[in-house]
Structure formats: structure tokens, C-alpha cells
């Protein structure tokens, strides 16, 4: 999803560790071929998703924004750097209206470059030290509005001996970050561009967006032996098409609209975890802030109410 910041202590590492936290079984991942052998399918080439290649083995990638996370993650960043005096709160109060609108409408292509535009502008000349330093207030935005049913279910992967990614148009280092506090085995993001430890304000690497997530997915499965057409792919956003039909099990979380369209054409799995009285809050957040003129309780007024009953559907 659109989003962006440049937070995290390391860029581009793999984690590597494992939760101790008991895990509770998860719906999702169909285990019911293990009671009941299913009935053959009529196309047998069309349904069944093959086996990892010899040698090479699957894996399970994760979009971020509104996929693992209520939102945006950018929004919280843009909170982090006000409460440091980084950013004006005026600006907190824009990115406040623009993560209310995501979570109503999703991102599209031309919101997901003004984002960058933004961001770029910003952080040109900024320090990578300052930027790193958010990391705790950061996740304590972000950590609060984890889905924990997607969590169960990527942990799951990670348990039968799949690893686990985070792919988002964040920021390589923000990306990093939220991986690494969830025990992820890694994270695909975008990069960003640091001379003398100042930001540039340009990227140093693709852009993961649309085709871009892919091209880092594939890079990534040559370097760790991942067989991408036995693995699985969650995402929220019709961008991320691309994403989701380079794998063998794609999966619609939270789909926007057009996503949701597709996912129905295509016989995908589909998660919802947001009930309608959820959209209806931030419906009519949006329409308070929108009567204020995007001022003062725009940073504020797209904070969800809380993380209970959410379920599936």
C-alpha cells in the first residue's frame, strides 16, 4: 500500500528468529485435506498449485498497509516526527486527512506518487540518525493496529517452514523495522538514498510498487531458493495485482473494490477483517474533518477505536 518512512535502526536485514508465543490454529491455512480427501477438481491445471520445485522451497509475502495494519503506516511516522519537532503540525494534520482517506478509499497510483513527492522533498538533507530514533514511537502507533489474525496466520506459514516477508512501498528501513519486531524473516521495501548519513531525497533502488514488488520478490527468490509459484501472497489493493498473480496462492485481505472484483473472477481466497461499523466511524471522521477544513483534529480523528471484533468473512 501507499505509504512511507524512513525508520528503522538497520536497512534491508533478514531477521531470523522465531516467537516463543503459542500460536493458536488458524482457519485460513485449509488443513481439512488432511481428514477428508477432497474431491478431484474438474481442472485439475487450473486449481492445484504445485509443489515447491526440488531443491527450492515456498514462502508467504505480506503486504503492509491495511494487510498486517489498520491504515497507514505513514501516518504514524508523520506523528513520530512531529512529537521530535521534524515535521510542522500542520503537516501531521494533512497526513492525518490523507490516512483517513486511505482507510475509506485505498491508495491509487497518483496518491502513491504524491506520497513519495513528499517525502522526497522532506527528508532531502535530513539526517538518517534523527529518522532512526522514531523507531519506538513509531511502533507504538503502529503495533496497537496489527491485525493479530494475520499475524497468526504468518506465523503459521513461518511454523510449517515457510519464511515470511513483509513487501510494501515503505521505506526499505520501515519495512526492516516492523519485520523485525514481528519476527519476520525478512522485509522488501523501498530504498532510500543516504550520502554522509543524509538523506538524499531520491531512491537508490526500485520503487516496490505495483511491478516493482515483484521485481524485488524474484530477486529475492533466486538469492533465498524460494519457488514463488508454490507460495503465497496477501494484499489488500488492486496495485498489487502484479504481486498477488506471481504466486501460486494469492489472498485478498481487506480487498478494495476492484480487488474484491478480481478476487471473484479468479476464485481467490478472500479475508475480511474490518466490519462495516468500523468503515462508518472513519466515514464519519472523514466527513468531520473534511467540515473543518483538514485543521487540527486531522491528526487524530483517524485512530481507530479500538482491535476488537474483527473476524472473518
Same mark, same amino acid.
Given at each position: 500500500?501507499?505509504?512511507?518512512?524512513?525508520?528503522?535502526?538497520?536497512? %534491508?536485514?533478514?531477521?531470523?528468529?522465531?516467537?516463543?508465543?503459542?500460536?493458536?490454529?488458524?482457519?485460513?491455512?485449509?488443513?481439512?485435506?488432511?481428514?477428508?480427501?477432497?474431491?478431484?477438481?474438474?481442472?485439475?491445471?487450473?486449481?492445484?498449485?504445485?509443489?515447491?520445485?526440488?531443491?527450492?522451497?515456498?514462502?508467504?509475502?505480506?503486504? /503492509?498497509?491495511?494487510? /498486517?495494519?489498520?491504515?497507514?503506516?505513514?501516518?504514524?511516522?508523520?506523528?513520530?516526527?512531529?512529537?521530535?519537532?521534524?515535521?510542522?503540525?500542520?503537516?501531521?494534520?494533512?497526513?492525518?486527512?490523507?490516512?483517513?482517506?486511505?482507510?475509506?478509499?485505498?491508495?491509487? !497510483?497518483?496518491?502513491?506518487?504524491?506520497?513519495?513527492?513528499?517525502?522526497?522533498?522532506? /527528508?532531502?538533507?535530513?539526517?538518517?540518525?534523527?529518522?532512526?530514533?522514531?523507531?519506538?514511537?513509531?511502533?507504538?502507533?503502529?503495533?496497537?493496529?496489527?491485525?493479530?489474525?494475520?499475524?497468526?496466520?504468518?506465523?503459521?506459514?513461518?511454523?510449517?517452514?515457510?519464511?515470511?516477508?513483509?513487501?510494501?512501498?515503505?521505506?526499505?528501513?520501515?519495512?526492516?523495522?516492523?519485520?523485525?519486531?514481528?519476527?519476520?524473516?525478512?522485509?522488501?521495501?523501498?530504498?532510500?538514498?543516504?550520502?554522509?548519513?543524509?538523506?538524499?531525497?531520491?531512491?537508490?533502488?526500485?520503487?516496490?510498487?505495483?511491478?516493482?514488488?515483484?521485481?524485488?520478490?524474484?530477486?529475492?527468490?533466486?538469492?533465498?531458493?524460494?519457488?514463488?509459484?508454490?507460495?503465497?501472497?496477501?494484499?489488500?489493493?488492486?496495485?498489487?495485482?502484479?504481486?498477488?498473480?506471481?504466486?501460486?496462492?494469492?489472498?485478498?485481505?481487506?480487498? !478494495?473494490?476492484?480487488?474484491?472484483?478480481?478476487?471473484?473472477?479468479?476464485?481467490?481466497?478472500?479475508?475480511?477483517?474490518?466490519?462495516?461499523?468500523?468503515?462508518?466511524?472513519?466515514?464519519?471522521?472523514?466527513?468531520?474533518?473534511?467540515?473543518?477544513?483538514?485543521? %487540527?483534529?486531522?491528526?487524530?480523528?483517524?485512530?481507530?477505536?479500538?482491535?476488537?471484533?474483527?473476524?472473518?468473512?
Amino acid at each position: 500500500m501507499a505509504a512511507a518512512g524512513p525508520l528503522s535502526p538497520r536497512a %534491508g536485514q533478514h531477521v531470523h528468529r522465531r516467537s516463543t508465543a503459542r500460536r493458536r490454529p488458524v482457519a485460513t491455512l485449509d488443513r481439512v485435506s488432511d481428514v477428508v480427501p477432497p474431491e478431484p477438481p474438474a481442472d485439475p491445471e487450473a486449481t492445484v498449485v504445485p509443489a515447491p520445485a526440488p531443491g527450492l522451497r515456498a514462502a508467504a509475502f505480506f503486504d /503492509l498497509d491495511k494487510t /498486517l495494519v489498520a491504515g497507514s503506516s505513514a501516518f504514524y511516522w508523520a506523528r513520530a516526527a512531529a512529537a521530535h519537532g521534524l515535521i510542522s503540525r500542520r503537516r501531521l494534520a494533512a497526513d492525518g486527512w490523507e490516512n483517513l482517506k486511505f482507510r475509506i478509499r485505498g491508495s491509487t !497510483d497518483q496518491s502513491t506518487r504524491k506520497v513519495w513527492e513528499r517525502v522526497g522533498e522532506f /527528508l532531502a538533507g535530513q539526517r538518517v540518525r534523527d529518522f532512526e530514533r522514531l523507531s519506538p514511537r513509531v511502533l507504538a502507533g503502529v503495533l496497537p493496529r496489527l491485525y493479530p489474525e494475520m499475524l497468526a496466520i504468518a506465523w503459521e506459514h513461518q511454523d510449517e517452514g515457510r519464511p515470511i516477508y513483509v513487501v510494501t512501498a515503505s521505506s526499505q528501513e520501515t519495512a526492516a523495522m516492523i519485520a523485525d519486531v514481528l519476527f519476520f524473516d525478512g522485509a522488501l521495501g523501498a530504498p532510500l538514498e543516504a550520502v554522509d548519513g543524509r538523506y538524499t531525497g531520491r531512491l537508490s533502488g526500485p520503487m516496490t510498487y505495483r511491478e516493482g514488488k515483484v521485481e524485488a520478490m524474484r530477486e529475492l527468490a533466486e538469492r533465498d531458493g524460494i519457488d514463488l509459484a508454490a507460495s503465497w501472497a496477501y494484499s489488500d489493493s488492486e496495485s498489487d495485482l502484479p504481486m498477488l498473480r506471481a504466486v501460486g496462492h494469492p489472498v485478498a485481505v481487506n480487498p !478494495d473494490r476492484d480487488l474484491a472484483r478480481v478476487a471473484r473472477q479468479e476464485g481467490w481466497e478472500v479475508i475480511r477483517l474490518e466490519r462495516l461499523a468500523t468503515h462508518l466511524k472513519t466515514a464519519a471522521a472523514l466527513v468531520a474533518v473534511g467540515a473543518l477544513g483538514g485543521l %487540527g483534529r486531522a491528526a487524530t480523528a483517524g485512530r481507530p477505536s479500538g482491535g476488537t471484533g474483527r473476524r472473518r468473512g
